[in-house]
């Protein structure tokens, strides 16, 4: 059975930073289109920053592009989403997720993905 256990989410100062983390149990992080979504109150998901590992290709949503990074720990199956110079705007749940069905051109249409992801991880940026 596939998880997906995000954490690192909290409360931070609009400008500051915060890395979130998905670890995989029962699936191994490897050429399957990985990535961050987030949702927050009121607002549809949406796709944040994904990776293809076969070529190392990444997509980044334009509100977030500069600021976020992603990327993979091999030795520690686990997902990163580095981010920096936060806003109030990036206020949301973010979840990770994996999609080992979907072709890599789907990289940057992350609302075809289908596949796994985890519970989610809040983020708060106050003012």
């Known amino acids: 059975q596939v998880q997906l256990v995000e954490s690192g989410g909290g409360s931070v100062q609009a400008g500051g930073s915060l890395m979130l983390a998905c670890a995989a149990s029962?699936?191994?992080?490897?050429?399957?289109?990985m990535g961050w979504f987030r949702q927050a109150p009121r607002k549809e998901r949406e796709g944040v920053a994904a990776?293809?590992?076969?070529?190392?290709?990444?997509y980044y949503a334009d509100s977030v592009k500069g600021r976020f990074a992603i990327f993979q720990d091999v030795a520690k199956n686990t997902l990163y989403l580095n981010m920096s110079s936060l806003t109030v705007e990036d206020s949301a749940m973010y979840y990770c997720?994996?999609?080992?069905?979907?072709?890599?051109?789907?990289?940057?249409?992350?609302?075809?993905?289908?596949?796994?992801r985890g519970q989610g991880t809040q983020v708060t940026v106050s003012s």
């Open positions: 997720a994996v999609d080992p069905y979907s072709p890599s051109q789907y990289i940057s249409d992350m609302e075809r993905w289908t596949g796994f």
């Open positions: 029962g699936y191994t992080f490897s050429n399957d289109l």
């Open positions: 990776f293809w590992p076969g070529d190392g290709r990444t």
